[in-house]
């Protein structure tokens, strides 16, 4: 069976400080990986997606960026935290293009 | 642009009672694929269900059942002997078949329900 970690469970982090997330997937070759963010109370917005090591595409552009360095990991990061980027981040996999399944999220919170 | 729109905001219903919740679409392509999630009180999100637009039948699994309405772009989803741990936000999602984005889903702004005794 497949697996999705997220690491932290939760950070909290001053404006301007850098940021990364992690996600890591067991039990499933190549998968499709994906970002999404959510707002407190609100919807999810996918952010990016890589289908393959080292290939990362944007989704939308919230001053983040994303890394596969490995075919199990996929990582979400920034130099310089903004308050709006509050919120949950959730890791998703996919075998290709078929039904997402979600990683239990990384709440974030700066100040 | 494809878009999902969830208008019930939340509802409240008495364990054991059926439910529905809507979700209407938008899209332009001839091919694509619904799917209903439920985010848990700790935030965890839960794939529930799918449709896939070339299919006539209603999937069902378990007490969850969708009534797919293709001429009213319309994937309601349909609880069945409701239990009080089915008290969650429910997100509906299309993701259409020609995009040019992976995988890429579109949710609604999701449906709380709450289940009591």
């Known amino acids: 069976a497949q697996t999705i970690h997220q690491w932290p469970v939760a950070e909290i982090k001053a404006v301007g400080s850098p940021l990364s997330l992690g996600c890591t997937i067991k039990g499933k070759s190549s998968p499709n990986l994906y970002w999404y963010w959510q707002a407190t109370g609100g919807t999810l917005q996918q952010l990016f997606y890589s289908i393959t090591v080292g290939q990362v595409e944007s989704v939308v552009q919230l001053n983040l960026s994303a890394s596969r360095p490995k075919d199990d990991q996929f990582i979400l990061s920034t130099e310089k935290l903004l308050l709006s980027h509050s919120g949950f981040y959730l890791c998703?996999?996919?075998?290709?293009?078929?039904?997402?399944?979600f990683g239990p999220g990384t709440r974030l919170l700066v100040l | 642009a494809q878009k999902v729109t969830q208008t019930q905001t939340s509802i409240s219903v008495m364990e054991k009672t059926t439910v529905t919740m809507d979700c209407v679409y938008e899209?332009?392509?001839?091919?694509?694929?619904l799917f209903w999630y439920k985010q848990t009180a700790s935030g965890e999100i839960v794939f529930l269900i799918r449709q896939d637009s070339y299919k006539k039948e209603n999937a069902t699994v378990g007490h969850y059942s969708l009534n797919f309405q293709k001429p009213k772009s319309s994937i309601g989803l349909i609880i069945t002997a409701t239990q009080i741990e089915d008290s969650a936000v429910y997100f509906c999602a299309m993701r259409e078949g020609g995009t040019q984005v992976v995988g890429q889903l579109t949710f609604g702004r999701g449906t709380r329900l709450q289940v009591y005794a």
């Open positions: 899209t332009q392509d001839s091919s694509y694929f």
């Open positions: 998703a996999w996919s075998r290709t293009e078929d039904t997402q399944y």
